[in-house]
């Protein structure tokens, strides 16, 4: 088990617990990287089921092309693994024909997936050039030929397509088709007006996919659906599944500064983004809950040791131009992320989460997604190593015992993470005093230990001021 505690509680479950808390002077306790999940709507590929992809070419091959695969993947760096689910409304269906052989139908082809892309499929029947007693059938999509099986019976052609990525064969009665010069599919569907249920479903499924994605959003407007990933994100965190999310809103949204900021005032917390602008590119507007995608894309894959304020996107325009001086300085410091428009560029102004109001064992350096991406990562990194460290050591519980894990804490974790400049290189990782040795105020339980991790995060130079004199 992992997750949070506070000081004097004693967790039922053996595990690796962590306490979270900044002081004045930066000295604190210290997720997965490069991972990212998201529900698609697409034109093809399975429903309901995630796959992981690492290219937006293998994307593309399993779900055809998609505005989110754009998004994804429009700049550098990416994320190291996508995790895809596809959403589909009810009205979902898959392309279909039915070829006859001798005026009765004898054989159902139908595409392996619901969507339109179905629609694009033909199916050509033809004697084998070789064998007279067989038939060949060929599938194409669009000009393109994409499977071709041989059989000299229904059953031979329903086992030969057995393994296509492309079409399914149903026998209907024996008897071998006609030779078509093509049979176009229809009555394809991709269901792309997708009930809330079905991002109800995703968000349930999403709990069993622990450790396989890092950031998420579900890049959709709907405020009660982002607003249960929020409490959902929040719950994680609580358990030690330190995951985070990014959220939008519509284009009317997006054209409301309060709307915009109470919705980042409501989620507080260093964990959820939300994104307050749009965007035009390459002939499309994008509102900001679209843009989230691109966000959390590059939070994902964004090195802990770089930083995206003023990132240079590859988008041409913004849909709504906020006054620099007045409304955007606002809407930042409120705990939204803002992009914004210099020298015909369109760029990420301030890198910031919800978190305005920090907690009490909170400060407000916690408001940045550098600073909390670093302190989650450090977390998850702190229990992993834990957990290796209880399964490979011998049953003793002796000071030099907790002295080596101190040491093992210091070589893991923290020691790379200061060598990229992440975190200053004084570290510290030692037994908690108020556990363990003569000024102790907490009696540990037998098979516990105790310790405290110090260290200052590197915050990035994001502000540079130039006073200039001449003579």
């Known amino acids: 088990m992992a997750g949070l505690y506070q000081p004097g509680e004693e967790k039922a479950l053996s595990g690796v617990y962590s306490f979270l808390k900044s002081f004045i002077k930066e000295q604190t306790t210290m997720g997965i990287r490069g991972k990212l999940a998201l529900p698609i709507v697409a034109h093809w590929g399975p429903i309901g089921e995630f796959v992981t992809v690492r290219t937006k070419a293998s994307a593309q091959k399993i779900f055809g092309a998609t505005e989110e695969f754009e998004l994804i993947w429009a700049s ?31 054989l159902k082809v139908e595409a392996k997936h619901k969507g339109e892309l179905g629609n694009s499929l033909k199916v050509v029947v033809q004697p084998n050039l070789i064998d007279h007693t067989k038939i060949d059938v060929l599938v194409y999509r669009g000009a393109e030929l994409v499977d071709n099986q041989t059989g000299g019976t229904v059953d031979e052609l329903v086992e030969a397509f057995q393994g296509s990525e492309f079409v399914v064969l149903k026998k209907l009665a024996d008897g071998l088709p006609d030779p078509t010069a093509g049979v176009i599919l229809s009555g394809g569907n991709s269901g792309t007006s997708v009930e809330a249920t079905k991002y109800t479903a995703y968000q349930n499924a999403l709990a069993t996919q622990k450790g396989k994605f890092g950031v998420f959003t579900l890049g959709i407007a709907d405020p009660a659906l ?55 590119w390459r002939g499309k507007t994008y509102h900001s809950a679209k843009l989230a995608i691109y966000i959390a894309s590059l939070m994902a894959s964004m090195p802990l040791n770089y930083t995206m304020a003023l990132y240079i996107t590859p988008f041409e325009s913004l849909t709504v131009e906020w006054d620099e001086a007045t409304d955007l300085i606002e809407m930042v410091q409120a705990g939204v992320l803002m992009l914004n428009t210099d020298n015909n560029r369109v760029i ?4 910031v989460n919800t978190l305005t109001i920090p907690g009490p064992n909170q400060s407000k350096d916690y408001g940045k997604i550098r600073v909390a991406d670093t302190f989650l990562t450090i977390l998850h990194a702190e229990e992993k190593a834990g957990k290796e460290w209880i399964r490979q ?29 992440v975190i200053a290189d004084d570290y510290e990782y030692i037994e908690d005093p108020d556990y363990h040795g003569d000024n102790a105020i907490y009696t540990p339980a037998r098979n516990a230990g105790h310790f405290i991790a110090g260290f200052r995060h590197q915050d990035a130079l994001e502000k540079i001021y130039i006073y200039n004199k001449s003579n």
């Not at 190291?80 to 009810?90: I, P, Q």
């Not at 990420?348 to 890198?351: C, G, K, N, S």
């Not at 015992?401 to 200061?418: G, H, N």
């Open 76 to 106: 550098d760096p990416h994320p190291t693994e996508v995790l895809l689910y596809r959403v589909a409304g009810e009205s979902a269906a898959a392309a279909s024909a039915t070829l006859k052989g001798a005026a009765t139908e004898v």
């Open 226 to 280: 982002n607003a249960a990933a929020e409490d959902w994100t929040k719950q994680q965190c609580e358990i030690g599944n330190y995951v985070k999310f990014v959220f939008g809103g519509d284009s009317n949204r997006d054209k409301d500064k309060k709307a915009t900021m109470k919705a980042s005032t409501d989620a507080n917390h260093m964990a959820v983004v939300n994104v307050g602008s749009g965007v035009h």
């Open 393 to 421: 050591q011998p049953n003793s519980n002796s000071p030099a015992r907790r002295a080596a894990f101190c040491q093992m804490m210091k070589r893991e974790v923290f020691k790379p993470l200061a060598m990229l400049e």
């Open 348 to 351: 990420i102004q301030e890198p």
